[in-house]
């Protein structure tokens, strides 16, 4: 069955600190991907996806993410983070055989401190 | 547009009553999903229909959890009897089932059940 995976639970940062959030993914036909954010006390918004094309998109608020095809990841980062993104980072997916169906990692909680 | 809609925001209720959420999707989204958020399992997706006919429900828990939508503009959710290890945040979203497949979360629905 298709995952993702999410090796980072938890990441404590300063501001302005580099982040890096790891997210794998097992499938081996086409994908489409995406970062979610979820604000303290609110619903999942979309932070950037991935189709087709250009591997590195750009998606709101500085971050951006690298799709990577041979190591099946798709690394969300950002070069200065800010006490605003104090957030849950998820990654997702939908498979090539389900045009619908989009499955989510556990999620990686991003504490930062001002 | 409003945005997905989801009702209860809230509700707490006792081992064995039945819970019934629902849900708003945005006009014109013709995909629609219903997923659980815990922090133990993160976001499960239950079930998720396609103009209104349910296309997979491989992730709903049990015989308890039922879902429906008899009209493009609403769908609900029901758990029947309600169990304490139900409690989590129940989201829905859409999207169109053509073209990219971006999902639209509504705001959530927290249920407690003591």
């Known amino acids: 069955a298709q995952s993702v995976s999410q090796h980072n639970h938890h990441v404590i940062l300063s501001e302005a600190a580099s982040l890096e959030l790891g997210c794998n993914y097992s499938y081996g036909g086409t994908v489409n991907l995406f970062w979610y954010v979820q604000y303290p006390g609110q619903h999942l918004q979309l932070l950037l996806k991935?189709?087709?094309?250009?591997?590195l998109v750009k998606g709101i608020k500085g971050f951006e993410a690298e799709f990577i095809k041979s190591k099946f990841s798709f690394n969300l980062r950002k070069p200065s983070v800010q006490w605003s993104d104090t957030a849950e980072y998820f990654c997702?997916?939908?498979?090539?055989?389900?045009?619908?169906?989009?499955?989510f990692g556990t999620g990686t909680l991003l504490a930062v401190q001002p | 547009d409003a945005g997905v809609i989801q009702s209860p925001r809230h509700e707490v209720t006792e081992m064995g009553q039945e819970v019934t959420l629902r849900c708003k999707p945005i006009?014109?989204?013709?995909?629609l999903f219903w997923y659980r958020q815990t922090m133990m399992r993160g976001l499960e997706l239950l079930i998720y229909?396609?103009?209104?006919?349910?296309?997979?429900d491989s992730g709903m828990p049990e015989d308890r959890f039922s879902a429906k939508m008899p009209n493009a503009s609403f769908s609900t959710l029901k758990i029947q009897p309600s169990e304490p290890r139900d409690s989590a945040v129940y989201f829905c979203?859409?999207?169109?089932?053509?073209?990219?497949?971006?999902?639209?979360f509504g705001a959530g629905s927290r249920l407690t059940v003591l």
């Open positions: 997702a997916v939908i498979t090539g055989g389900a045009t619908n169906k989009l499955i």
């Open positions: 229909f396609n103009n209104n006919v349910p296309i997979d």
């Open positions: 979203a859409s999207t169109l089932s053509s073209g990219a497949n971006v999902l639209t």
């Open positions: 006009s014109g989204h013709n995909s």
């Open positions: 991935y189709f087709s094309g250009d591997p």
